[in-house]
């Protein structure tokens, strides 16, 4: 199926030498020429610009969602939604990195369009005396304890997003808006592409059930091939891929539509089919299995941080990796939690609504888990799904958080509008497609920085809530500085929301929390089934 551009360029050289000719020979020629001619003259100019991909897909045509977009407040607000419900991102959201990916005032008039006194309103405490903003922002520091290259990461970093479910363009300007602002990005499960390594940002690899870039041609996994990828400059933490939250325990879905001979190569598949990851890890098959290998991944490559993503699904199944380090000393240097509000270019529809925790929850399981066994000052953690705001972050923190990714808000950066065609390969902006005509569409310089941008802006609005809560650090956010509406007058801080287990706490048994009793003494670090 030719793509609107193409369609342009065909047309165009049938039109155009037609008009000349008519132009010269009938009189008349010159009405079809003043109708049609602006329009070409526009098409052409939308394919030459490298501002909106958009445009240079859907020359002329794209303009007609600019115009809707000019005119939207009017028709929105009588006809269609508000800017406030939106799904899965709303519109008041996605404006806000599209104003700050282009440099443009994000501030907003005349008040709140959220309902204030609805349950689930929530905001921050801020002081009568606030701190002054930090000039710079802080790092954090991943492995100190444990690695002989510890990695200093932005609060901010790019979710996973694989080479294949993103194309060449895409992964270049993420790649190299990370570069240009200092912040981390996570190459996602389909392995390390030459379009991570060419712009020379800091990546994290994402080894997922599939083990993309270092399996074996019967899809184990290959230590050789993961040391050589795994010990490049560019690689500063490794990832490994339990569950995501958009569809746990599914496994990686990559539809044959977007499989071509290059991203086959990369990841070790057969051309033809979708590439389908299996639900579980073949190289362990126990927690303390698991530990096992984040130590031998930390050990092949040369001392970097390891760590695990998964979205948390029975609670015993997470006591049990925590009986497991408890058992063998081994431990992770940061465990990813995703919530099931997370995004994909692909799950079912079961899993995308019905299946997984979502991350608050998640998050502040796993913080207390930890603070039980005496382990939280060991193992950072990094929270992801849908952070999209400055707000996202500082509540995040407050949760145990100590930094975030986002995927779905980078991709706004990038220029996507949401249109949820990511699975079908004709994504209208270029981005999630390996259609050659519509990614190319995509202008690696200038969407670099728009990403870049969009970083800077949210670290800077994430440094003025901290200052505002009179926090000289962001290492000191709480519980206790987000409030939340439950209904009516009824507020609480998430100190009460989701209190903070006493510090070693699962190490006595008769301090066992009651709420957890059950699933702490069902968990085995010898199996995950809980008995």
Known sequence: MKTPREIFFFTSAVLIPLLIGLFFWVDWAWIPAVVVGPFYLLGWWDVIQKKHALLRIYPVLGHLRFLFESIRPEIQ??????????????REFRDLVYQRAKGDPDTRPFGTQFEVYRGGYQWVNHSLNPAPRLDE???VIFGSETCSHPYAASHLNISAMSFGSLSRNPILALNTGARRDGFAHNTGEGGVSPYHLQPGGDLIWQIGTGYFGCRTSDGKFDPDRFAATARQDSIKMIEIKLSQGAKPGHGGILPAAKLTPEIAAIRGVPLGRDVLSPPSHSAFTTPVGLLQFVAELRRLSGGKPVGFKLCLGHRAEFFAICKAMLETGLYPDFITVDG???????????FTNSVGTPLRDGLSFVRN??????????????ASGKIISAFDIFRAK???????????????ALGCIQARRCNSGNCPTGIATQDPARSQALDV?????RVARYHRAMIRQFLDLVATAGLPSPDQIRPCH???????ATVNTYEDMYPEVERGCLLRDASVPPAWARDWDRSSPDHWAAA
């Open 137 to 139: 922002e802080p790092r």
């Open 445 to 449: 310089d200038h969407k670099a920085g």
């Open 482 to 488: 987000v409030n939340h509406r439950v209904h009516g």
């Open 369 to 382: 888990a930890l603070r039980g066994i005496d382990y939280r000052s060991r193992i950072r953690l990094i």
């Open 398 to 412: 407050a949760l145990g958080a100590d930094t975030v990714n986002s995927a779905r808000a980078m991709m706004f």
């Open 340 to 350: 099931g509000e997370g995004g994909t270019g692909a799950a079912p529809i079961e």
């Open 77 to 90: 607000q009588y006809f269609v939604e508000s800017n406030i419900n939106g799904r899965p991102v709303s």
